[in-house]
Nanobody, 124 residues
């Protein structure tokens, strides 16, 4: 059974950092495009970063230069390093996977498989 489990969320002050983890099971994530999404209360879901199985990464303009997506294939894990956090980054963060995105990806594309999410709160 394909499963994605996120962790690493929490409360952080503005300007701080967090690293989110997404551990995959039931499939080899190295052959899947992976994305991180977020959804704040009352707002639409937003794709923030993606990594294709071929190594291409792309970011939403709102996080470019502050967030970094990376993979650890032996651990079947995907990470989102978030630096210089702002209150507007507060949201539930989800990882998602799709086997279609080999050579490239975009964070706003559709993804077939989803995790349950982890809460990130940026507040003083």
């Amino acid at each position: 059974q394909l499963q994605l489990v996120e962790s690493g969320g929490g409360l952080v002050q503005p300007g701080g950092s967090l690293r989110l983890s997404c551990v995959a099971s039931g499939f080899d994530s190295a052959f899947y495009g992976i994305a991180w999404f977020r959804q704040a209360p009352g707002k639409e879901r937003e794709g923030v970063a993606c990594s294709s199985s071929g190594g291409t990464t792309n970011y939403a303009a709102s996080v470019k230069g502050r967030f970094t997506i990376s993979r650890d294939s032996p651990k079947n894990a995907i990470y989102l390093q978030m630096n210089s956090l702002k209150p507007e980054d507060t949201a539930v963060y989800y990882c998602a996977a799709d086997p279609r995105y080999g050579s490239t990806c975009q964070p706003f594309w559709d993804y077939a498989h989803w995790g349950q999410g982890t809460q990130v709160t940026v507040s003083s």
